[in-house]
């Protein structure tokens, strides 16, 4: 069970626009639409940001959006902020069961 | 307020066994599909296991099928791990968490997390 890979570290300033990568395989990223991400703060629970690829939960802002093509999902962040660093966790149904992404730090400079 | 609330967690030795519960309140928490949910120290996330609210069907990681179990106690609001034969690279932070909707998947509340630790 390999976990999909992300890179390890993205960065902008402040107002930019940030495209995290989320690769897996057609077993899972390719093979379904049950794509979510989540971000982490030191210490902290994990927040879901999105899901069903490219849907937001109540409260997230519409800074954060999702979407997928073949075996590779993207989280985009526009207008970033200095809260928004954080870490970012892709994640992806396999067929009965969740595959999560190595992690992408994201600093705001 | 939706809430979960972790415990059980500790020092173990390696072969050993420990068993996590999760105290669920603030909703409907007999059809929520519920999840456990991993972190070793500074590392990534990683899903351990899964049961749904509609059927109680279970799903486990591969690195831990056969040596964990979960079930849940929906008169008592509670989520169980049973973890047996333990490891030192189940060394980690177990989160419960609690689906969006129904047996979605995605995980809109987590607990706070207990420390499970496998050393001699």
């Known amino acids: 069970q390999s976990a999909l890979t992300q890179p390890r570290s993205v960065s902008g300033s402040p107002g930019q626009s940030v495209t995290i990568s989320c690769t897996g395989t057609?077993?899972?990223?390719?093979?379904?639409?049950?794509v979510s991400w989540y971000q982490q703060h030191p210490g902290k629970a994990p927040k879901l940001m999105i899901y069903?690829?490219?849907k937001r939960p109540s409260g997230v802002p519409d800074r954060f959006s999702g979407s997928k093509s073949g075996n590779t999902a993207s989280l985009t962040i526009s207008g970033l902020q200095a809260e928004d660093e954080a870490d970012y966790y892709c994640?992806?149904?396999?067929?009965?069961?969740?595959?999560f992404g190595g992690g992408t730090k994201l600093t705001v400079l | 307020e939706v809430q979960l609330l972790e415990s059980g967690g500790g020092l173990v030795q390696p072969g050993g066994s420990l068993r996590l519960s999760c105290a669920a309140s603030?909703?409907?928490?007999?059809?929520?599909?519920m999840s456990w949910v991993r972190q070793a120290p500074g590392k990534g996330l990683e899903w351990v296991s899964t049961?749904?609210?509609?059927?109680?069907?279970?799903y486990y990681a591969d690195s831990v099928k056969g040596r964990f179990t979960i079930s849940r106690d929906n008169s008592k609001n509670t989520l169980y791990l049973q973890m047996n034969s333990l490891r030192a690279e189940d060394t980690a932070v177990y989160y419960c968490?609690?689906?969006?909707?129904?047996?979605?998947?995605?995980?809109?509340?987590w607990g706070q997390g207990t420390l499970v630790t496998v050393s001699s």
């Open positions: 968490a609690k689906d969006l909707y129904g047996d979605s998947g995605y995980h809109d509340c």
């Open positions: 603030g909703f409907t928490f007999s059809s929520s599909g």
């Open positions: 049961i749904r609210g509609s059927d109680r069907s279970t």
């Open positions: 057609s077993s899972d990223v390719g093979g379904y639409n049950y």
């Open positions: 069903d690829v490219s």
């Open positions: 994640c992806s149904y396999a067929g009965s069961r969740w595959v």
